[in-house]
């Protein structure tokens, strides 16, 4: 995995999971913040950022659907 693929991996799955923890607090399951804890817009807020966390993650799992000269053997001398 690229250095590219992995960045997006990781903050897809960083996204993915503060909007979770966002969305739950917005809905009271989750207290503690005086801030957000029962607040509606939460609940809208960490879904949005968990759509995006979620296709940030999409877009570095998934592979590139074009394979490269090489692995096609393009450009590569044969063997004699």
Do not use: C, E, H, W
Not at 21 to 38: A, K, N, R, Y
Not at 39 to 64: E, Q
């Amino acid at each position: 995995m690229n250095s590219r693929k992995l960045a997006l991996v990781t903050v897809g799955v960083i996204l993915l999971l503060m909007g979770i923890v966002f969305s739950l607090q917005g809905m009271d399951i989750i207290t503690g913040s005086s801030v957000m804890s029962g607040v509606s817009a939460y609940i809208y807020i960490g879904a949005v950022v968990a759509i995006v966390g979620l296709v940030l993650l999409v877009l570095g799992l998934r592979s590139s659907g074009t394979p490269s000269k090489a692995k096609m053997g393009i450009g590569i001398p044969a063997a004699k």
